[in-house]
């Protein structure tokens, strides 16, 4: 049976981030592979056709190698994280249908899953919790959540493509938090420069209907900028196209890694690993 997903819901909205992961691993399957999401969409009764028409065109190959990229490096860095903590806690911030934290099981660690209620719903229907994992429906910007975590062996967050949608404000109060909350553990996420935050809104800030475009999270230099909101924090950061795989392989043009070095260096597109104090 397939799940149906209507038009213009939140629901949709998880569509084309899947669609995107699909479209990676088909273009890009020895950089990438998530068989979740080529699973998913086989299962999810919804009307493709645009996105396959988009899928044509150069600059959504590329941006497909975005998300493949983005989320390699985030899993390698939870990875990183578990080898010195294998019984951690990995939180995925803003999951809507990704698996990363699944794809990052060592056999020991606790998975957690956190999105709105109405999303972790649709999860539960097509990726149903596993053994040591838990769908948590929250707001991220309401601290309750943190109750919810055992981090007693640690705990590695991770964010994709979410932070964008944060006033700056927000992004300090919920890094403050976390510093409060968890210390010894890792938060590590994707960024980019002011430039690259107008361009990624550009349409939804429209259907939103908001103007102030430069109040909303962006960084250009992240140990610089980040490191001075709290005296706790150990902020890194690397290229996030660039920073972990130099993307010689057949499948990517030279076309593709100059607008990757274009990305990473003007556009300052990064993974910001920010770890909370205590012993990393």
């Known amino acids: 049976m397939k799940y149906k997903i209507e038009k213009n819901t939140v629901q949709e909205t998880l569509i084309l981030p899947l669609y ?32 396959e028409k988009n899928s044509r065109s150069l600059m959504q190959r590329f941006g497909a190698l975005e998300v493949a990229m983005r989320q390699n490096d985030l899993a390698f860095e939870v990875q990183a994280y578990l080898k010195n903590h294998p019984c951690a806690a990995v939180v995925n911030l803003g999951c809507g249908l990704d698996n990363t934290g699944r794809a990052c099981d060592n056999g020991s660690c606790k998975i957690y899953n956190l999105d709105f209620p109405d999303v972790i719903a649709l999860r539960q ?31 590695v ?54 103007k102030d475009v430069g109040a909303y999270f962006a960084v250009s230099d992240a140990p610089q900028e980040i490191s001075a909101w709290d005296s706790r924090l150990q902020v890194t950061s690397r290229g996030y196209m660039l920073g972990y795989n ?18 990473d260096n003007g556009m300052k597109m990064q993974i910001v690993k920010i770890g909370f104090g205590g012993k990393q």
């Open 20 to 51: 995107s992961r699909k479209l990676c691993s088909e273009l890009y399957p020895n950089l990438y592979r998530d068989e979740t999401a080529v699973r998913l969409i086989d299962q999810i009764d919804y009307d493709f056709s645009e996105a």
């Open 125 to 155: 229907q097509l990726l149903p919790a596993g053994e040591r994992e838990q769908n948590i429906p929250c707001d991220l910007k309401d601290p309750a959540w943190f109750d919810k975590i055992d981090a007693s062996g640690g705990a």
């Open 157 to 210: 967050f991770f964010a994709s493509g979410v932070f964008y949608y944060f006033l700056t404000e927000q992004v300090r109060e919920l890094v403050q938090g976390m510093a409060d909350a968890f210390p010894g553990g890792v938060l590590v996420f994707d960024a980019a420069n002011r430039t690259a935050v107008k361009m990624i809104a550009k349409t939804w800030l429209r259907t939103a209907k908001i």
């Open 246 to 263: 130099d993307l010689k392989d057949p499948s990517v043009s030279g076309f593709f890694r100059f607008l990757a070095r274009v990305g």
